[in-house]
């Protein structure tokens, strides 16, 4: 069976710190992995997604991710926290004809200014 | 959140009631799906549909139910059967997946609250 942990509930950044949520995954066959961000009482927006290819996506906003195969991991980055980054982070992947996608339970990310 | 609509924003029922969600996507995505939000554990998958007419039970589909007689619309139904039924839901849709590993793009959520 396939699953998502985020290891971290909270994780506070200065501002203008790189910045790091850590993901890890397990499923068989290639994965699809993505990640989301939450703000308060809204619905999530698509940040960015590992198919295939270069190890290192970029998405929106600045974010990027690294995909590392042998260590099942897809840690999602930035260079530079801003205090608008802070949020809820979803990582998941996605599995099945229909991409139906598996949630990690989430991490809050705060940016202190 | 946009291109779909979720509908109310907040919602209270009292126990025992049924009550329905609505699902609008005006972004021409085959695939719809119903998601459960509960604090501290994710997002769980309820319900899913990849065509018109068509849709299969995710993870916890106990207690809720769904149609999908139009390609826009994905409506859900919290049944009296669901124990627990107070929480956030979210709707999402997508490109047909069997094309390809496309997103998820997801409605602004309705918070349903049931004393």
């Known amino acids: 069976a396939q699953s998502v942990a985020q290891p971290e509930d909270q994780v506070n950044v200065a501002e203008g710190n790189p910045l790091t949520v850590k993901c890890t995954y397990s499923v068989s066959g290639n994965p699809y992995l993505f990640w989301y961000v939450q703000y308060p009482n809204r619905g999530l927006q698509f940040l960015l997604k590992?198919?295939?290819?270069?190890?290192l996506v970029k998405g929106s906003y600045g974010f990027e991710a690294e995909f590392n195969k042998s260590q099942t991991s897809f840690h999602l980055k930035k260079p530079s926290a801003l205090v608008s980054d802070s949020a809820l982070y979803f990582c998941a992947l996605t599995y099945g004809s229909a991409r139906q996608l598996t949630f990690g339970s989430g991490t809050q990310l705060t940016v202190l200014p | 959140d946009g291109g779909i609509t979720q509908s109310p924003k907040y919602l209270f029922r009292k126990e025992g009631q049924n009550v329905t969600l609505s699902c609008e996507q005006n972004?021409?995505?085959?695939?719809m799906y119903w998601y459960r939000q509960d604090p501290g554990q994710g997002l769980r998958l309820i319900y899913y549909s990849q065509i018109v007419n068509d849709f299969q039970k995710g993870d916890i589909a106990e207690g809720y139910s769904v149609s999908r007689e139009k390609k826009e619309s994905f409506p859900l139904t919290v049944t009296s059967a669901q124990k627990n039924p107070t929480a956030f839901y979210l709707c999402?849709?997508?490109?047909?997946?069997?094309?390809?590993?496309?997103?998820?793009?997801f409605g602004p959520g309705t918070r349903l609250t049931v004393t």
């Open positions: 972004l021409n995505h085959d695939a």
């Open positions: 999402a849709s997508s490109l047909n997946p069997r094309q390809g590993a496309y997103e998820q793009y």
């Open positions: 590992y198919i295939t290819g270069d190890n």
